[in-house]
């Protein structure tokens, strides 16, 4: 049974284009999308590849720590660990990187559990679908994203989707209630057979949801994603009572253990699945299946994700049978790619790659060219 050789990372940021506030800094400026591409070596001379998609604005998580907490912890501590050891790998890393609350740095984990699944694939010669025991869904439906900064964007934002094939929208809200609901009826007006997202990502405080679940149901929304901060539990409970609107977790829900107990607190209608806030597809599989079994909504969503991490996101929503349009708006904002085909949204669509593994191949020439610095761990 092939064992873990050697872990490398690669920091790489893609170039960006239109206004996604959590791409900006403080004063608005871009950052670029900040990643680290993860290669896992087996003992064999096979290798797979993951992503890491940190978003300081939007989590702790930093290209800086990612990069440093895998050299220094992960990739040492996982030395010579059996690839198909699913149990032993995660003892090690939550033994290497403590958890808090919940999973511990959730978003750098990911990245290498992406690398040995794409790994596992690759050694079956199948993609994860399979050893999964899905067929899963070639194509996507996506979502585009809406973050004006005034209403007086919103239709010209509408239009540029609808030109590219999109017919549903995710829209970015709070903190201020009243813009909100105004934006979210403009949406409805000008796409009446949309999927209608709202996600506040944690934005407004308990009295403005409770008022703001109510106008954003008026005004045509389909479901409110992470209303309050994570840590209001009793807050989810009385927002969920109102039964105005479905309330879907997102920041939230890391671990299954965390879903489970969340479920128990009746705080919820359905998550928002991100396998990189997860710490990966082995997490997010088991999240996605305890939604499945009670009965609960699953909507696709992502972190912005560009190449692998979004073939990973893809690979995870296609074998689910996720058919609700997904929030996975890594095509709509980033440029380039360091894949040898990059993964391709048409018409509003995404194709599913099909490969072995996670279903691409990094072009190792584009990856040396990007990264900032290409380091061993």
């Not at 959590?22 to 400026?29: C, M, T």
């Not at 010669?125 to 209403?151: C, D, F, I, K």
């Not at 969503?301 to 690979?315: C, F």
């Amino acid at each position: 049974m092939p064992v873990i050789e050697h872990i490398q990372t690669y920091p790489v940021i893609y170039p960006t284009s239109g206004h996604f506030r959590f791409l900006e800094d403080s004063a608005g400026r871009p950052t670029g999308r900040q990643t680290v591409v993860v290669r896992l070596l087996a003992d064999n001379g096979e290798q797979g590849w993951g992503q890491c998609v940190p978003i300081p604005r939007w989590s702790y998580e930093t290209l800086e720590s990612v990069t440093s907490t895998i050299q220094t912890y992960l990739a040492p501590t996982l030395k010579g660990v059996e690839v198909e050891d699913e149990r032993e790998i995660q003892r090690r890393m939550d033994t290497a990187i403590a958890p808090s609350f919940s999973t511990g740095q959730p978003i750098c984990k990911a990245g290498i559990d992406l690398a040995l699944w794409d790994l596992r694939g690759r050694l079956a010669g199948r993609h994860v679908r399979e050893l999964w025991g899905q067929a899963g869904l070639p194509n996507l439906t996506l979502s585009w994203t809406l973050n004006p900064r005034s209403l007086a964007e919103v239709d010209a934002l509408v239009q540029e989707g609808m030109e590219r094939g999109y017919r549903h929208f995710n829209v970015k809200v709070a903190p201020d209630m009243d813009f909100d609901i105004s934006l979210c009826k403009r949406v409805r007006e000008l796409a009446p057979d949309s999927f209608l997202w709202a996600d506040a990502n944690g934005g407004y405080d308990e009295g403005t949801a409770e008022r703001a679940v109510r106008g954003l149901a008026d005004s045509g929304c389909d479901v409110l994603e992470q209303p309050l901060p994570a840590n209001c539990l009793t807050g989810y409970q009385r927002l969920k009572k109102l039964n105005a609107l479905p309330i879907l977790l997102d920041e939230g829900v890391v671990s299954a253990r965390d879903l489970e107990e969340f479920i128990a607190l009746d705080m919820l209608d359905g998550v928002a699945m991100k396998p990189a806030r997860c710490g990966g597809l082995t997490s997010a599989r088991r999240q996605c299946r305890i939604l499945r079994e009670r009965g609960l909504i699953l909507l696709g969503s992502g972190l912005t994700d560009p190449d692998i991490s979004l073939a990973a996101s893809s690979a995870l929503f296609s074998a689910f049978g996720v058919s609700t349009p997904l929030a996975l708006n890594g095509p709509q904002f980033l440029q380039g790619s360091i894949l040898t085909e990059p993964v391709e949204a048409r018409e509003g669509s995404l194709i599913v790659p099909d490969g072995p593994g996670l279903g691409v191949d990094v072009d190792e020439q584009a990856l040396t060219k990007c990264a900032r610095i290409d380091s061993d761990g």
